[in-house]
């Protein structure tokens, strides 16, 4: 089992929902949460006042995969939430050692 978190753009969020649900992705979390790459923030002016934005909004998905659905899924998001600008955002892959339904008390990837 895999645990796969995604930053992404936030306006980009429909469309990769909207792609795991085509891949069968029953659940995710998101989370908002801000930040910076490459891009280091930005510069706004108001009122006169030059202000620097260091950190920006991103939006980080994490979900709890099946070892044969990760490729599927890091497909779909790498082409869903690419602009093709800097800021885009980067896919994480960890293992995920044990997972447990509180529920019902599943284990493994019935928990999923």
Do not use: W
């Not at 994480?92 to 008390?105: K, S």
Request: charged residues 30%; hydrophobic residues 40%.
């Amino acid at each position: 089992m895999k645990l796969l978190t995604a930053i992404i753009k936030p306006f980009k969020l429909d469309e990769v929902r909207d792609a795991l649900s085509k891949l069968g992705v029953q659940g995710l979390t998101v989370t908002e949460v801000k930040g910076f790459g490459r891009q280091k923030g930005h510069t706004e002016l108001y009122r006169g006042a030059e202000y620097i934005i260091d950190f920006l909004p991103k939006i980080k998905i994490e979900i709890a995969l099946d070892d044969i659905q990760v490729d599927d899924v890091i497909e779909a998001i790498s082409k869903t939430a690419n602009t093709g600008k800097i800021g885009d955002g980067k896919i994480f892959v960890y293992d995920l050692e044990q997972v447990i339904r509180i529920r019902t008390g599943e284990t493994g990837v019935e928990a999923l």
